[in-house]
């Protein structure tokens, strides 16, 4: 899909098609990074924004070695003492 880099303003900016916005679930607030190949734009993700649904799992299942403990460093796998 083509687009034309627009002036917003004193700055410049894309208009990114409804249907592709409502396809990918990006709203709000976006992240921007610098790829060698352009800029990529996708979801802003919140530290911690999962946990609730982590949480669920647990209490769910009853087990406390979600996949999120795959997460943890090396100081909570070797140092730790739990």
């Known amino acids: 899909m083509k687009a034309q880099i627009i002036q917003i303003g004193n700055s410049q900016g894309v208009r990114i098609p409804k ?3 409502e396809e ?3 709203s709000g ?3 921007l990074l ?3 190949d352009g800029i990529l ?3 802003l993700r919140k530290p911690r924004s999962d946990w609730e649904a982590q949480f669920k ?3 769910e299942t ?3 070695t979600a996949d999120w403990v795959e997460t943890y460093g090396e100081f909570e ?3 730790w003492q739990w």
Do not use: Y
């Open 29 to 31: 607030e976006v992240e």
């Open 41 to 43: 734009i996708r979801r």
């Open 24 to 26: 990918t679930g990006i």
């Open 77 to 79: 796998r070797t140092k």
């Open 62 to 64: 009853e087990d406390d």
């Open 34 to 36: 610098a790829v060698p």
């Open 19 to 21: 249907m592709m916005l």
């Open 57 to 59: 799992t647990i209490l």
